[in-house]
């Protein structure tokens, strides 16, 4: 049986109970981040002579963090990617019932 990391004994737990999600957490992000990694090429924004504008960090505060400037260019890796980015597409759609 796997140990729960430190960091999550805390935000895992309510009144003593453990939720069983708390071993789903970091795969399924990790998983969705490299998916996301392996179909496309996420690179800076480029101004008119086509050199990248540089973003300077700075975190908007509130509920949720975010980035207060997070503008990119996300274009798939590949033919085969955007394939198989329609073909995902297609079966999400199917599966909602839109058409």
Do not use: W
Not at 16 to 30: E, N, Q
Not at 37 to 58: E, R
Not at 61 to 70: A, F, I, N, R
């Amino acid at each position: 049986m796997h140990k729960t990391p430190p960091r999550f004994k805390r935000q895992c737990s309510s009144r003593g109970r453990i939720r069983p999600g708390r071993y789903l957490a970091l795969p399924s992000l990790f998983i969705n981040i490299a998916s996301i990694l392996h179909v496309f090429n996420i690179t800076l924004l480029l101004d008119d002579q086509g050199n990248p504008i540089q973003i300077q960090y700075a975190e908007a505060h509130g509920l949720v963090c975010t980035l207060e400037d997070s503008r990119c260019t996300i274009k798939p890796r590949s033919a085969e990617a955007e394939l198989l980015i329609k073909e995902a597409r297609g079966a999400a759609a199917a599966y909602e019932g839109v058409t």
